[in-house]
């Protein structure tokens, strides 16, 4: 696997003409690492496994055309390879953290997804929210028509909510698709800038779920997580102009609808998976499903 990475990384130096630097660290699923081009400028490589995720990205990006996002300066779909420009501090804004930075840390959020939205295409290959809803029913047939270890009540209630609000949509928009604190950056043609979008098309009520699931408890635990939650679900349905049932009703499905993505990508090793991130999701989809709106 290093061989084919390297001969890849290689392959993408002579094509775009590249001078490679040691990877990021903290690497996830993608590799990153900061690359010089050949008239000096500074820019940023990323290789995943070419998948309809990774085009769905590339669109996303040449869509937004560094407007409140990082600049696509060159992609190879086939490869899995995007080439982007570097944003400096690069910080991400969960630099705002902790109780006394959240609500400047939201509204940035909240301005940073309004600059972003676009209109949908005539012709596209993005899913649709509808789609990514389907995920539902793949819970119900993995655990043989029940929830597994989710509970029913809360997932009954998510399926009904997701319904309704789907059924119920404004005028849909390509949305980020997974626009939280660490897919903010800082920079400096624009002093925060979204990086990593996913492509989604959907209505705009619907970016707010990857956002309020983001709480940072890893690193900064809130003291009041309940209280956190509805004070972030009051000000971005006044950020947004969104009702704020539809706020919180777009939270709690999409926080059981991440604790099954959880399961579903580790596979049927997910009770022994050491991250556990279905029950950190499940945490959030309680406590917003008791936020008053």
Known sequence: MEGQLRALLEACARRWSLHLLPPFANL???????????????????????????RTEIAALRLYDGRNSVRLLEAHAEQGALLLERLRPGTTLTT????????????????????????????????????WGKGFLRLREYFGGGTGPLPAVLVEAAETLFAELLASSSAPVVLHGDLHHDNILAAERQEWLAIDPKGVIGEPAYEVGALLRNLWSDRHPHAHPALLLERRVHQLAEELDVERARIRGWGVAQAVLSAWWCIEDAGDGWEENEGNCWKSALAIAELLANVKS
């Open 96 to 131: 705002l953290a902790g109780d006394t930075h959240d609500t400047e840390a939201t509204a940035i959020a909240a301005s940073v997804m309004r600059g972003l939205w676009r209109p949908e295409p005539a012709e596209h290959e993005f899913p649709s929210v509808g789609d």
């Open 28 to 54: 996830s699923f993608n590799y990153a690492a900061p690359v010089v081009r050949a008239d000096g400028t500074e820019a940023v490589l990323k290789v995943g496994v070419p998948n309809r995720e990774l």
